[in-house]
């Protein structure tokens, strides 16, 4: 199967990815031929197969709801490229000017 | 030459005080300026916090040597190790190869690294690695390649390339890895080194930076299977931090290979009897013909020792490569949403936040990261779920079941590790797909969730290193080391060493 560009740049917008144009050709023409070796896959068939998620035993894992030292809020903040006020600093979410 | 020594062997000399720690540390130091500006396998170099760690490792082995408790040391006590740059060492840039966590300083340490400070390591350094460990040659780090210390034309192998070429020149006495599809074995046979990689949930993965969480594995690499033994041993067991770790006791693999059958070293007696498999789909049409003539001679090594050698069968190999590279990328997709330029990292601004995200990633992330996040995203999209992830979980179903009835019949699975030997820097970074058929040998482990170990088996007419491969099911690490070192004891391929001049 061939990806076209148009999807190319459907999975890179949902994946936060912003891809020159050259990107965008090269990854068209290399996801595609890996796409296609994948496509072995749908010649199994795996109707009646559970899918596998994690080779472990699905459990629960319980802890006592106990108050632990945790790590300074400087420490947390020492790799933030904006802190303001001991929070993370962002540009803004919500556009609030008045229309 | 220090820099030589099996971790074993430098245990003894530390313990019966011939050498110190200090002196160990300051030989490798040396070794690492003769000859790291060729083979590049460190991304970072902690001298003064090795030094520092040596100096109260020889007060540690001073005063249990006045106590007459030396026999109770950990065994790791004063030894120089190196650590892939994806496991956080507190206080340490810790990069995963990628411009994106250029200076990332690592707030905690991870579980195996606190393992190892109480087992009294020395840290020498953080090695190179594709980035976020997504790579079989160690070319997509966004720093440099690392060379192959057999030959500095060619890749070390990877993802854990930095390490496994540290161990092989010499540059460290043992180091860290992590296996996610073959990481810590590919490289390993790639350089002549024994890499084992653990059970999924031997190890905890607390500190280890996520790639694809149902199959990383932090695993080691040492110039043999003793030294494979001891720092499986210091890293081993259940954290609570890590909610898939597993509480299984951990045996001293130590003692289990060394009390193999009559108790003497060498003789290789404790595998009499033991079951081993060689699975028929593991021999294909392409593979390099020398890596099979090496191979099939050390199972016939293996055989000679007493073991029981019978082919079986693993059907649905061919589909191990499709299934791994659409999960492992749609488990990346999900971990490395996580590099939004926000807490930490690389953040490049955006006139708007969403702006923000796009820029940061588009710039921090190199080529094959941005090309699994890619497959990841489009494998777990609306309206290709079922099509794509859905049905490789379904397959990974028919290839840990392949394995569970093949384990029912045989105790070690033997086969080759990869199917060439190490290829040259630059030979495969254009075709994605034909660096990733290297891997086609380690990637079914991991979705399988055994554990596995590579070691020396020959060199080809290029004196490239050849790989064996030994499988065995969850948490059999005792027999899967009691096969390797077995078989390492009846051959002498894990004592050369490649010849690096000193170019300082």
Redesign the interface.
């Known amino acids: 199967m061939s990806l076209t560009l148009s ?2 740049e459907h ?2 917008e ?6 020159t144009d050259d ?1 965008k050709a ?2 068209r023409e ?2 595609s ?3 296609d ?2 496509a ?3 010649k ?1 068939d ?1 109707s009646a ?8 035993p699905l459990r629960n ?1 319980m ?1 006592d709801d106990a108050v632990q030292p945790s ?1 300074p809020v400087e ?2 903040l ?5 802190a303001e006020d001991d929070c ?1 600093r ?4 919500l556009d609030v000017t008045p229309s | 030459m220090l820099h030589d020594l099996t971790i074993h062997a430098a245990a003894d000399l530390l313990r019966a005080g011939e050498i110190s720690s200090v002196q160990l540390t300051e030989a490798l130091i040396d070794r690492i300026t003769d000859v790291d500006n060729d083979v590049k396998a460190y991304l970072t170099l902690l001298p003064e916090l090795a030094l520092e760690q040596a100096a109260e490792s020889d007060k540690t082995i001073a005063a249990a040597r006045a106590a007459g408790s030396l026999a109770a040391l950990p065994p790791l006590t004063g030894i120089p190790l190196a650590i892939k740059d994806v496991i956080t060492v507190e206080g340490v840039r810790t990069t995963c190869g990628s411009k994106i966590l250029e ?3 690592a ?2 340490p991870a579980t195996a690294i606190g393992k190892l400070v109480d087992s009294g390591a020395v840290f020498l350094g953080k090695t190179n690695t594709d980035e976020f460990a997504m790579g079989s040659s160690t070319e997509n780090s966004a720093y440099f390649p690392t060379h192959n210390p057999w030959d500095l034309s060619r890749v070390p192998g990877g993802s854990s390339g930095g390490s496994a070429a540290a161990v092989a020149a010499g540059e460290c006495l043992g180091a860290l890895g992590s296996d996610t599809g073959g990481s810590v074995r590919q490289p390993a046979s790639y350089c002549g080194v024994v890499g084992l990689k653990p059970t ?2 031997r190890v905890s993965r607390y500190g280890l930076v996520a790639f694809a969480s ?1 199959l990383d594995q932090i695993g080691t690499l040492a110039k043999d299977v003793t030294d494979a033994a001891l720092l499986l041993g210091a890293i081993a067991g259940y954290d ?1 931090r890590d ?2 770790s ?1 509480s299984v006791p951990v045996p001293d693999y130590l003692a289990g290979i060394r009390d193999q059958g009559s108790g003497v070293r060498g003789q290789g007696s404790g595998i009499r009897g033991l079951r081993v498999g060689v699975p028929k789909e593991y021999f294909i049409p392409g593979m390099q013909p020398e890596v099979e003539a090496a191979v099939r001679a050390a199972i016939r090594v293996i055989a000679d020792l007493g073991a029981e050698v019978r082919e079986i069968s693993l059907p ?1 190999t ?2 191990a ?3 791994y ?2 999960i492992a990328p749609a488990e990346a ?1 999900a971990n490395l ?1 996580r590099y ?8 490049v ?2 006139e ?3 702006d ?4 940061t ?3 921090g ?1 190199g ?1 094959e990261v ?2 699994r ?3 990841g ?2 494998a777990l ?1 609306a309206g290709y779920y079922d ?2 992830y ?9 290839i ?1 079941q392949d394995f569970e009835a093949a384990l029912r019949d045989v105790d070690v699975i033997a086969c080759p590790t990869a199917p060439t030997t190490a290829f040259r820097i630059g030979e495969k970074t254009d075709d ?2 034909s660096m ?1 058929l290297g891997d086609v040998f380690t990637l079914s482990l991991n ?3 055994m554990c596995g170990i590579s070691l020396p088996c020959g060199f080809d007419t290029a004196g490239m290193p050849i790989g064996l491969q030994l499988m065995a099911g ?1 948490f059999q690490e005792e027999t899967a080391l009691a096969a390797a070192f077995a078989y390492e004891q009846a051959t002498e391929w894990h004592l050369r060493r490649p010849k690096l001049e000193a170019r300082s």
């Not at chain 1, 197969?49 to 472990?56: F, Q």
């Not at chain 1, 962002?90 to 979410?93: G, R």
């Not at chain 2, 049905?391 to 179903?397: E, G, L, N, S, V």
């Open positions: 999807e190319v999975i890179a949902l994946a936060r990815l912003a891809l990107e090269l990854f290399q996801l031929a890996i796409l070796y994948a072995i896959l749908q199994v795996t197969i559970p899918p596998t998620a994690t080779v472990l894992v802890r790590m420490d947390v020492a790799n933030a490229p904006a993370f962002v540009t803004a979410i | 200076n990332y300083i707030p905690y999924y949930g149902s609570p909610s898939t597993v649905h061919d589909l490569l499709p299934v590279y659409l997709s949403a939004d330029g926000i807490r930490y990292g690389l953040s601004p955006g708007t936040l969403w923000g995200y796009r820029r990633r588009g710039e992330f080529s941005k090309r996040i890619m497959l995203a489009y999209s099509a794509y859905l049905k490789a979980q379904q397959a990974r179903t028919l840990k994605p797909l990733y979705l399988a969730g969850a």
